[in-house]
């Protein structure tokens, strides 16, 4: 199973912006350490961590 990446919505360049961006009950995830998306938990569970995706910011951070 791959991921859909149009459905993680916008990517960012920069993880400074993405963890600014993102709402306390949101995560910041990357598979690539160059791109990152702003995702719930719920998301993130259902594939893309499966896939290699990380989380680099967690909720509330």
Not at 11 to 31: F, H, M, Q, R, W
Request: charged share 25%.
């Amino acid at each position: 199973m791959s991921v859909d990446i149009s459905k993680l919505g916008m990517g960012y360049d920069n993880l400074e912006a993405a963890a600014v961006d993102k709402s306390p009950s949101e995560v910041v995830i990357t598979n690539n350490d160059e791109t990152y998306y702003i995702v719930t938990r719920d998301v993130y569970e259902d594939g893309p961590q499966q896939n290699g995706f990380k989380i680099v910011v967690n909720e509330g951070e």
